[in-house]
Structures are given as structure tokens and as C-alpha cells.
């Protein structure tokens, strides 16, 4: 289990439930490549009924068949919508002013702009989206995820006034899976995470669900079986053999992790919606077995504590 919830992302959370009241139309951005996992669960407890634009981002990275399934699963939840853009694809992106202006009630627009808050984890690409609204360089932008520290005011065309927030994750990730799927795609620090760990998660995906990727990628006539012997065969492909033939594991995962998040493997959607629930179920039936299991540990040391008073 990743846990990673710093400080100023708590502060985020706070402002942004302060924020909300004066707010039309939600804008969260999610990575196409993992919706589920790039999802924020809080969002929306902070949205409540306010209509809610979920953004894939990076479509082009992702498995076009996937992520239309994953759209319309999204549109099933009352007042979403979602919409897939490009950053190669400026126009995809300009789309959204409309949009938003057209989710504003004709009575709240005559009063004040279409007031949007836009918001996503660390490293989805929302500080690109902004600069690309506004047509200029306005928020910073970079792979180090969580660069916006504090929220901010911006006046686009189609009277959409935009407020930007900073990414924040949650306090626990869960499942466990998802912050593997994060990982993979950057949203978590370095330092939180070890690449091999992340590259045999990566690894054990691909061989089940893009196996002609992995081989075309790194030219391998069969696959192996396991996740340590793919790393391993993509080592001896890529050079990260040294003496006596040994594969230095790290080199070889840290080099896939790199290739996958610069898009080199293709397009490739890392969760599907029937995956995702499994998950989600298992998740919350292992969660129910440590509470029984806990509360039967309590009523042992109380039992204990009575046996010794006597």
C-alpha cells in the first residue's frame, strides 16, 4: 500500500471546500491511461449536485476502445460528462469554453461569468490545459508532480472565469493496485516508490493484456511467463546485461517504466471497468476481514485485562 498525503495537499482540500459554493461547473482532469485510478474519490463530496466535466487527458497515450468504454461509464453518474482531448490536439481542448458556458444555467450567466474550478491529481496535465484555455503561459507546467501550490484566477474568452487548484492526492490509496497504475504513469514522486516493484506490476499487465506490444517493443520471438523473466529478457535485448550475463534488474525496469510513460510502446489503457470493480471488491472484503479480525483481538485483551483484575 502507497501512502502519500503531504501537508499542502490537506490545505487544498480545505480551500477548495471553501471555494466550491461560488462554483457553476467542475472541471476534473484524469489521465486516460488510468481513469479509475486518477480519479479523485473526494471530488465529489466537494462538487455535491454542481455539473462535473471529467477530462481525459492524454487520449492520445491511451487505448482508444478503452477509453470510450470508460466515457460512457462515467456519463451513467447524474450531471457528468466526459470528453477526451489531446495536448497534440489544441482544438479538442478549446472545446471545453463552450462547454462549460452551455452547463451554466442562462440565469447565473446573465449575473456573473460561468464560473469553473478545475482540478486534478498531481501531474495529469492540468497546468497544459490551462495555459493551452488561456493561450498563454499562465501556470507552470513540468513532470514533477504537484507543481501548483496555490489556488488561482483566470479570465478566459467565452466569459468562462477559471480557478485553478492545486493537485492533491488522498489520504489512502486503495485498491492497492491503483498506486501502481499511478506510478506507471508519474502522478507519484520518485522517491515514494521503487522502480522494479513497479516495472514487474507493469510487466505482469502487459503479458496479459498487450502481449504483441511487448514483443514487437522489444523484439522477443516468445514471452516468458513471469514478470521478473520479461524484465530480464528486455534487459538482455536493451544491453543491461553485465559480466557473466546477469541482468541488472533496476536498469531494465527503470528503462521500461521510461519507455512506457514516454508513450513508446504504444497506445495502452493500464485498468478496465470490469478490473476495477473486481478490485474494488476484493479490496473491501479484505478490509472486512482485518476489522473482524481486530475486533476479535479487542475482545481477547479485554477478556485478558478482566481475567487479570480478578
Known sequence: ?????????????????????????????????????????????????????????????????????????????????????????PEQIRALLPLCESLVPEKLRSIHPARAMIMGIPNVGKSTIINTLAGRTIAKTGNEAG?????????????????????????????????????????????????????????????????DTLKNRYQLETLPDNDQEIIEAIGIKRGCAGKGGRVDLQKASTLLINEIRAGLLGRITWETPSMVQDEIIKAEAEDLKKAEEKEARDRERKLKTKKNRR
Open 147 to 211: 507543481i501548483t501550490k496555490s489556488q488561482q484566477k483566470i479570465k478566459l474568452d467565452n466569459n468562462v472565469l477559471l480557478t485553478d487548484t492545486p493537485g492533491f492526492l488522498w489520504p489512502k490509496l486503495t485498491p492497492p493496485s491503483c498506486g501502481f497504475r499511478l506510478a506507471i504513469t508519474g502522478a507519484i514522486k520518485e522517491t515514494v516508490y521503487d522502480y522494479g516493484e513497479i516495472a514487474f506490476f507493469a510487466a505482469d499487465y502487459l503479458y496479459q493484456f498487450y502481449p
Open 1 to 89: 500500500m502507497i501512502n502519500w498525503f503531504p501537508g499542502h495537499m490537506h490545505k487544498a482540500r480545505k480551500d477548495i471546500a471553501e471555494v466550491m459554493p461560488q462554483i457553476d461547473v467542475v472541471i476534473e482532469v484524469i489521465d486516460a491511461r488510468i481513469p479509475f485510478s486518477s480519479e479523485n474519490p473526494l471530488v465529489p463530496s466537494l462538487r455535491g449536485d454542481k455539473p462535473l466535466i471529467k477530462l481525459f487527458n492524454k487520449a492520445d497515450l491511451a487505448d482508444p476502445e478503452l477509453t470510450q468504454i470508460w466515457i460512457e461509464k462515467m456519463e451513467q453518474e447524474s450531471g457528468v460528462k466526459a470528453i477526451a482531448v489531446s495536448q497534440e490536439r
